[in-house]
């Protein structure tokens, strides 16, 4: 792990553009709440690693970080040895590299990594630490255009289609709600104790981290610091034969957040509609035992 992107979920555009931002410094394994969607079966590590911080249930140390997110220096051993390119420079579009399967992940963002913000910096000594800042009352709106929005439209016919796709929601239903409930300790649309924990989860980052290994970051402050930071240079392009800075980029995270969502029922409703269908099945099928062999 190199990177450690610390700040509170849903901050607007900032985070799929620090997303973006990152792959284009050549951090293209980012661990974010997309992977979590993808790999359901992580639910069972971080559901694990809550009760440890919480509650103090077992421990989830170095050893257990490394096999939910994995040790970026065992991949970057292979990828020096085959490149003269640093680790943050390396693309896979580099020849030297083509072909290295990432298996693993360079950095962290967004929840449900981010909650783990002290725990990850103690776990990855070595890690560079970003913390993304944005005034609060922005904050709060842009979650209420989005997660709120999302949960408040939900049909009734969504969430029965969403129960019979149980084979995903086992665990990470139950993640999403432990962390919801236990973790950030309140529901959307509850203001007061959603800036409350706002406020305490930067004031523990801060309080519990090191100074010299942060960097405190708006998404404003563009390429300079960030790069400065990482220990890469600004990424340049060439612009009718005259070098240029690339733009910083910009992406609109409500409406993908929304797209995400989308996408993710969509994917669910295909999984519902098949385990109806065999439900259907087995019915349909106990049903012709008997009528097969009644009494002629």
């Known amino acids: ?14 985070h799929s553009g620090m997303q973006a931002a990152l792959r284009m410094l ?12 993808e790999s359901p079966d992580d639910s069972k590590l971080w559901i694990r690693a809550m009760d440890a911080k919480l509650y103090g249930k077992g421990k989830f140390d170095r050893e257990d970080w490394d096999e939910l997110l994995g040790g970026y220096q065992v991949r970057f051993t292979f990828l020096l ?5 640093s680790p943050l420079q390396a693309t896979p579009c580099d020849d030297s590299v083509h072909g ?8 962290v963002c967004d929840a449900p990594a981010a909650l783990f913000g002290v725990e990850l910096a103690a776990a990855y000594p070595e890690a560079k630490i970003v913390i993304l800042n ?13 997660i709120q929005e999302v949960r408040s439209s939900v049909s009734i016919v969504q969430v029965i289609l969403l129960i019979l796709d149980w084979s995903y929601l086992a665990h990470y239903a139950r993640c999403i709600k432990k962390m919801q409930k236990e973790a950030l300790g309140f529901e959307w649309p509850e203001e007061g104790k959603a800036k409350a924990f ?7 980052c801060r309080e519990k981290i090191s100074k010299e290994r942060v960097l405190e970051y708006k998404i404003q402050d563009g390429w300079g610091p960030l790069c400065k930071h990482l220990g890469v240079e600004v990424p340049k392009m060439l612009v009718e034969g005259r070098e240029e800075i690339v733009p910083f980029p910009r992406v609109n995270d409500a409406m993908g957040f929304k ?16 385990n109806a269908a065999m439900i259907l099945g087995v019915f349909v099928g106990l049903g012709f035992i008997p009528w097969k062999w009644r009494p002629s």
Not at 1 to 14: C, G, H, N, P, V
Not at 100 to 107: E, F, P
Not at 260 to 273: G, Q, T
């Open 100 to 107: 290295l399967i990432h298996d693993t992940y360079q950095a």
């Open 26 to 37: 050549g951090l293209h394994d980012v661990y974010h709440m997309q992977s979590l969607v």
């Open 198 to 204: 706002f406020h305490n989860y930067y004031k523990e």
């Open 81 to 85: 040895r085959s490149s003269s390119l």
């Open 259 to 274: 797209e995400s969502v989308d996408k993710i029922l969509k994917v669910s409703r295909w999984r519902a509609y098949r």
């Open 1 to 14: 792990m190199s990177t450690l992107l610390l700040s509170f979920t849903r901050l607007t555009y900032a």
């Open 134 to 146: 944005r005034e609060i009352d922005p904050w709060y709106k842009s979650c209420l255009n989005t």
